[in-house]
Structures are given as C-alpha cells and as structure tokens.
C-alpha cells in the first residue's frame, strides 16, 4: 500500500531564516505531487505540483520555491521566511494518468505546522 | 470559490448514521464529487467520490440525487473518532492536475 511521509512535524523558525519540508511517498511510482498550506481558520491553498522529477508549476508567486530531486520526494524552501508564511503545509499525492480521462484523487501526509515569529 | 454549499455544523450520537447533505447546483456534467474529511491537526482523509451513481465503500456511502445538484455522505455507524470537518468538493475529470478548493465543510460533532 502506498504510505505518505512529512517532516518535520511541527517546526518554530524566526523571521528571515531558511525553510526545508521534506515530502516522501512509498508504494508507487511518478506519482503526481502537490504542496498545500492551510493557513488558521482558512481553506486550502494548492503551492505547488509536479507531474515528474524536475517539473515543478507554482500556483501562487511568492517567496517559497520546491523542487522534486527524486521521483517520490518533494521538497518546500524558502531562502527568508516572513510572518505569513506560518501556516500548515500539507504534502498530497495522486496516481499520474496517461490519458486525460478520469480525476485523481489525492491523499495527503499528516502535515507539517510551521510557526514562524 | 468553493463551488459547493455545507451545513455549518451537524451533532450525531454515537453509534447512529450521520447523514451530511451538499448541495453543488451549479455542477457540470464532467465534475465529481469528493468527499474528504480532517480532523483537528491532521491531513485531510479522502473518504469517496462519485459521479452520478450512489457510491459505497468501507468507510461511507454517497448517494447523489439524478439531478446531480445535491449529495449526501452517510456514515452508517458514527464513532468518536468519526467528529471531524467534512468537506464536499466538486472535481472536473481530465486535466493536468486537480487543485483541490475546500470550502468552510460541516463540523461533525459525535456525542456518547
């Protein structure tokens, strides 16, 4: 069975310092990859996805980049984090169709919530 | 932009069926509908989805009325562990990928 994995789990950082989130899939192969954030008391906002190592599409601009070094892994940075940034990021997976029939559902990782002061 | 209309919150007792309406009017023809749910702190749970026809799995039933503008989610035997945010969203088929936009959802609440 396939298996989603993020960490940290919960992490504090001050303004202006570096971010790494590290997303992991087991029992799969090219699966598509998303990053999410669920800011307090709001919905649920889609970063980033990727269909394949290397091919990332940004949803919002702002100052978080990702990058997919590996076909399961999926990584969130920033180089400086700001306030707004604090929030519960969220790693889903779906299965990567080769025809354009048919949704895909996403499951997610248990999520990793960032504090930034 | 959620494209679909909850309830606001919804008690259950334990052990009876949950029923949780969705009304989605303005759904097209090549969208789903999905049902995930989140319990405080977690990541979302996908629970079911369907398209036209009443769905069932280990976890709930769907049942989507013949016009397709309203659903309900049954979880046929509520538990404790059941009370969490339930979210309706409606998903086209096809494309590069699926963003997933979830509304404000139901508050289950599972009483003893």
């Known amino acids: 069975s396939q298996t989603i994995h993020q960490w940290p789990a919960t992490l504090v950082q001050p303004v202006g310092s570096p971010l790494s989130l590290e997303c992991t899939v087991e029992g799969t192969s090219n699966p598509n990859l998303y990053w999410y954030r669920q800011a307090a008391g709001r919905g649920l906002q889609l970063l980033f996805y990727?269909?394949?190592?290397?091919?990332i599409s940004s949803e919002v601009p702002q100052n978080l980049s990702a990058s997919r070094p590996q076909d399961r892994q999926f990584i969130l940075s920033s180089k400086k984090l700001l306030l707004s940034d604090s929030g519960f990021y969220l790693c889903?997976?779906?299965?990567?169709?080769?025809?354009?029939?048919?949704?895909?559902?996403?499951?997610f990782g248990p999520g990793t919530r960032l504090t930034v002061l | 932009d959620a494209k679909t209309t909850q309830p606001p919150s919804m008690d259950c007792a334990e052990g009876r069926a949950a029923n949780l309406p969705c009304n989605h009017s303005?759904?097209?023809?090549?969208?789903?509908v999905y049902w995930y749910r989140q319990i405080h702190s977690q990541g979302p749970q996908y629970i079911i989805h369907?398209?036209?026809n009443n769905e069932t799995n280990e976890m709930a039933s769907l049942i989507i009325t013949e016009d397709r503008k309203s659903s309900t989610l049954i979880l046929p035997h509520a538990t404790l562990r059941d009370t969490a945010v339930y979210y309706c969203i409606v998903l086209p088929y096809g494309g590069a990928t699926n963003k997933l936009i979830f509304g404000t959802g139901t508050l289950l609440a599972v009483q003893p």
């Open positions: 369907g398209l036209k």
């Open positions: 889903a997976w779906s299965v990567q169709r080769t025809i354009t029939f048919g949704t895909d559902t996403q499951y």
């Open positions: 303005t759904i097209s023809g090549n969208e789903y």
């Open positions: 990727s269909v394949g190592i290397g091919q």
